[in-house]
């Protein structure tokens, strides 16, 4: 009978010191009592031989541990399984067999999500967190490009539900005896309902991942969506739905997600990208929803404008609750699962959201990137929501034309963002971080001069060519400002996304009152430009550590620990190819060999 005290394991050791000294030798086909030890060669070390079973992810972890000695049936139905494991009891500390059968069960939790790696579709970096080194954008596999494909749906929807009332404003305005002022006024408050909740987002990321703080963000949202047309009689009522909207915001927990999946030297055209593809809902919910389904509904209702609109704001939230269930159940935080299972395993240590805001709260270059991403995610925001009502005010346009208009303003979103990212990833492969802060100034000042410019055109054609090129720097100002993120601060990245994605809400919120109080033939849309100009020259002042700045810092050496990615995992990548999961793989093997006696 195999004796578990030959071979037994601890979470960092082997069942043979031998593998541990010399890493060029393999084992072969082991029998009941050890295992024999080989040369191997350089290409394959610590790979079995045919004869010995592969392990896999989808292995049952409980028949990765070893049997100890049970002499009886009832013994063995004593032995401690995984489902006690992960309800949190622990074993006796003075039993050492019960010690050793818990030391097992950990150990075949942690080496099964390890196992997991040999599954994966594009190229990983074990030393980074498993994270991914390469985009392939046409595959929907797990983990990497799931998380990525969920990361731009689950914004997509969360935007559509969010700005799906913004081309009914004059339909809302008029049902409701509202004033121009007022419908700024609750479109500034939608901008400062998501202020704290972005800051909250980020730290809840980083304690208990993005997967589960993104899906309900997004089946919340649908919960105000569907009640605007019920509880909007007054100002008082829609301010209220509207500021709730706005706090159901999943961006924050989008980009974070990326982060976790791809390493940074991709990760800026990843973040750029998933933001770019998932803030399109703003703009496809002004075609949809103010030219589709608005003026379906009112034909159904009998030209009842006031029972169409209202009902207009039911369907996001339908497709909201559709997309939340479906990416809960099959999507992963990070390339090795969920946070919950992988900190079970003790591959990840536990993270407070107090501790991680706190470090994003007291590093300036947060609120440098909070303040430039005011000046282009604000503007976006107030384009979002003034776009529909610019133009059929300034320009006499109807609410079909104006909101078909707004839709080919949010277009834009789909490649911009990600050539942002793309533009910031190239720079840094040529100028290191240096090249990334000076695409993001770049792109900045050229947005502000083509908002002036949108703002001082008085011609419907001209000012549509502009809108086109003004929305395409915006979008590409947004991408190169979350590529410099992961930089900051990598253990607490969370946070400081979180920080970043405030300021746009801010910026937002900032814009919509200047709106209130200016017209809209141009005072308020340039002043808006020229904001933006302004907050462009924050870009000198980044100083991130171990990098050089535009002004400031002094550039490490590449294989510095600075510029090595923050990797979540508490061990390295090479874990997964030593040792320790041969022994793993050597204890399903004799596990098999038991079963079969």
């Known amino acids: 009978m195999y004796n578990s005290k030959a071979t037994r394991h601890s979470s960092f050791g082997t069942d043979d010191s031998s593998s541990r000294s010399n890493p060029n030798f393999q084992r072969s086909s082991p029998d009941h009592d050890g295992a024999q030890l080989t040369p191997a060669s350089e290409t394959a070390p610590y790979s079995y031989q045919k004869a010995m079973p592969k392990l896999t992810a989808s292995a049952d972890p409980l028949l990765l541990v070893a049997p100890r000695s049970y002499g009886d049936e009832q013994s063995r139905k004593d032995r401690p399984t995984c489902s006690s494991f992960q309800k949190g009891k622990q074993p006796d500390s003075n039993n050492d067999d019960e010690q050793e059968d818990w030391d097992q069960v950990l150990d075949a939790k942690k080496y099964s999500l390890l196992a997991r790696?040999?599954?994966?579709?594009?190229?990983?970096?074990?030393?980074?967190?498993?994270?991914?080194?390469?985009?392939?954008?046409?595959?929907?596999?797990?983990?990497?490009?799931?998380?990525?494909?969920?990361?731009?749906?689950?914004f997509f929807t969360s935007f559509f539900v969010q700005f799906s009332p913004a081309p009914l404003l004059p339909e809302i305005q008029r049902s409701l005896s509202l004033s121009r002022s007022d419908v700024w006024w609750t479109n500034a408050c939608m901008m400062m309902g998501g202020i704290p909740m972005r800051f909250l987002l980020g730290p809840l990321c980083d304690q208990y991942g993005a997967r589960t703080v993104m899906v309900t963000t997004v089946a919340l949202v649908a919960l105000p969506s569907a009640l605007t047309g019920v509880v909007a009689v007054n100002l008082t009522s829609l301010t209220l739905i509207r500021t709730v909207l706005g706090a159901m915001d999943s961006f924050v927990p989008g980009q974070y997600w990326i982060t976790c999946q791809f390493v940074r030297e991709v990760g800026g055209t990843a973040m750029a990208l998933a933001g770019g593809l998932g803030a399109t809902g703003a703009g496809v919910t002004q075609l949809v929803t103010g030219s589709l389904v608005f003026p379906a509904l009112r034909v159904w209702f009998d030209g009842d404008s006031d029972l169409a609109w209202r009902w207009s704001l039911v369907i996001p939230a339908i497709l909201a609750l559709f997309v939340a269930a479906f990416f809960y159940e099959y999507s992963d935080d990070c390339p090795l699962g969920n946070f919950t299972e992988v900190k079970q395993a003790g591959l990840m240590m536990e993270r407070s959201a107090v501790d991680s805001f706190r470090a994003g709260v007291y590093n300036l270059n947060s609120w440098i990137l909070f303040v430039q991403y005011a000046g282009s995610c604000g503007v976006d925001f107030t384009m979002c929501n003034g776009t529909a009502l610019y133009f059929h005010y300034r320009f006499k346009q109807s609410i079909a034309a104006s909101g078909a208009i707004a839709f080919l303003y949010g277009l834009s979103a789909i490649f911009a963002r990600g050539a942002g990212g793309w533009l910031s990833d190239a720079a840094f492969n040529r100028f290191s971080l240096r090249g990334r802060l000076w695409a993001q100034w770049i792109c900045m000042v050229t947005q502000g001069i083509l908002n002036v410019w949108?703002?001082?055109?008085?011609?419907?054609?001209?000012?549509?060519?502009?809108?086109?090129?003004?929305?395409?720097?915006?979008?590409?100002?947004?991408?190169?400002?979350?590529?410099?993120?992961?930089?900051?601060?990598?253990?607490?990245?969370?946070?400081?996304?979180?920080?970043?994605?405030?300021?746009?809400?801010?910026?937002?919120?900032?814009?919509?009152?200047?709106?209130?109080?200016?017209?809209?033939?141009?005072?308020?849309?340039?002043?808006?430009?020229?904001?933006?100009?302004?907050t462009a020259c924050f870009s000198p002042f980044l100083a991130v550590r171990g990098y050089r700045g535009i002004l400031f810092g002094t550039e490490d050496s590449p294989e510095s620990d600075r510029?090595?990615?923050?990797?979540?995992?508490?061990?390295?990548?090479?874990?997964?190819?030593?040792?320790?999961?041969?022994?793993?793989?050597?204890?399903?093997?004799?596990?098999?060999?038991?079963?079969?006696?």
Request: glycine fraction near 10%; proline fraction near 5%; charged fraction near 15%.
């Open 117 to 154: 790696s040999e599954r994966f579709h594009i190229p990983f970096d074990p030393d980074r967190g498993y994270r991914g080194t390469a985009l392939r954008y046409t595959s929907f596999a797990r983990p990497h490009m799931r998380a990525f494909h969920a990361s731009w749906i689950c």
């Open 563 to 597: 510029h090595k990615q923050h990797s979540p995992l508490l061990v390295p990548g090479k874990f997964a190819h030593s040792p320790h999961l041969v022994s793993l793989a050597r204890r399903q093997y004799q596990r098999q060999s038991l079963q079969q006696r």
């Open 454 to 534: 949108f703002a001082r055109t008085d011609r419907l054609g001209s000012s549509l060519t502009i809108m086109v090129l003004f929305s395409i720097l915006i979008q590409m100002s947004m991408g190169t400002c979350y590529s410099i993120v992961p930089y900051v601060d990598g253990p607490n990245t969370g946070s400081v996304a979180g920080i970043v994605g405030a300021g746009g809400n801010v910026g937002g919120a900032i814009f919509a009152v200047i709106f209130m109080h200016a017209d809209y033939h141009g005072t308020a849309m340039e002043l808006m430009g020229w904001l933006t100009c302004v």
